[in-house]
């Protein structure tokens, strides 16, 4: 497809239960000027309550003398023995964000499906560019294994996984432990990953525009992770992981993301290379959906992916469990 012309309609292929939020949706402009503005929209605490969780701050160590890393702990108040963990990452395109955006998500998972969820406050782009994101992601996988005890945490049943960025860093800090010390991994949870950074270079991508991520901000995210150049330079597959050489060896992956994604083209590629490599892989894809589509809760869109990443969850975390029709 060569360049689409300027205000082409995609309307008629948005699923009708998500086009109020879409005609909603403000989009964002991103420069370095504008950044703290938009940071401090994202950073607001969406904190609920939850009579069964308790929610900790805790304190990983660094790699390399990196400062510490800060991680927050959801866990039911009363737990029956050792329980599966969620190490989750959070989104915001490598420049926005913090455990607090999906509080929500956290205390819930943490309440019905009875698991231990451990959210990274990751360094953000530009003030620290790749490798200081996946190496803190990295930091903390290792003291979840190492305080797996104290946290309450089965190390045999650990799960990575985020959201956007987040799911672009669980899929390279799934790279970066295979390749290093390889701490048991059961499954990736990718949710509509930011996984190459050549995605929106060409300026021809039929959705470009369609709600709150588009290629222009993808170019932004990625100039401020990789620095100014980067489509032209040789780039990490641990910044980049679709740009890795070999998936073998990797653990188990569920990708979801919506048909209308900017990140729909890499995403099913990375579930091909997934799987050509021998990785159990788990991809589905959501017609009708953009990105962030599962934020719209009450549509049905979104209600079917819920069930979908939760259903893959459940069965690393209890196996055996028949899933509900």
């Keep these: 497809m060569g360049k689409l012309e300027a205000g082409m309609s995609y309307r008629h292929l948005v699923d009708p239960e998500l086009l109020p939020t879409l005609d909603a949706s403000p989009g964002f402009s991103f420069s370095d000027e504008g ?3 938009v940071r401090e929209q994202f950073m607001l605490r969406d904190l609920v309550d939850h009579p069964e969780v308790e929610v900790s701050e805790h304190f990983a160590p660094g790699l390399f003398g990196a400062p510490l890393v800060r991680v927050v702990r959801y866990a039911c108040k009363l737990p029956s023995g050792p329980l599966p963990a969620l190490l989750h990452i959070h989104g915001g395109g490598y ?10 998500q956290s205390k819930s998972l943490a309440a019905e499906i009875g698991c231990v969820v451990l959210s990274v406050d990751y360094r953000l782009a530009p003030e620290t560019p790749f490798p200081g994101a996946v190496e803190d992601c990295y930091a903390a996988l290792k003291w979840l294994h190492a305080e797996a005890k104290a946290l309450g945490v089965d190390a045999s049943r650990v799960v990575v996984g985020g959201e956007s960025a987040g799911g672009g860093l669980a899929a390279a800090l799934a790279l970066y432990n ?5 701490l048991p991994i059961a499954l990736q949870y990718l949710t509509y990953p930011m996984l190459d950074h050549r995605t929106g270079a060409a300026g021809d991508h039929f959705y470009d525009g369609v709600a709150t991520w588009t290629a222009k901000s993808n170019r932004f995210g990625w100039a401020a992770l990789l620095g100014d150049g980067f489509e032209n330079s040789e780039v990490s597959p641990y910044a980049s992981p679709s740009r890795a050489a070999s998936f073998a060896g990797l653990p188990a992956a569920f990708i ?3 048909a209308l994604d900017l990140f729909a083209d890499e995403n099913l590629e990375y ?19 953009f990105h962030g589509f599962n934020n719209v809760a009450d549509a049905d869109v979104a209600k079917r992916f819920q069930r979908d990443w939760r259903a893959a969850l459940e ?3 209890q196996p055996g469990k028949e899933n509900p029709a």
């Excluded at 295979?178 to 390889?182: E, L, S």
Aim: charged share 25%; glycine share 12%; aromatic share 4%.
């Design 95 to 104: 420049i926005l964000g913090q455990p607090e955006m999906t509080d929500a």
């Design 178 to 182: 295979r390749d290093n010390d390889a």
């Design 315 to 317: 069965r690393v975390f």
């Design 35 to 37: 950044l703290p503005k």
């Design 271 to 289: 579930a091909r290379c997934l799987i050509r490599d021998g990785v159990a892989t788990e991809l589905h894809v959501y017609p009708g959906a």
């Design 256 to 258: 979801g993301v919506g």
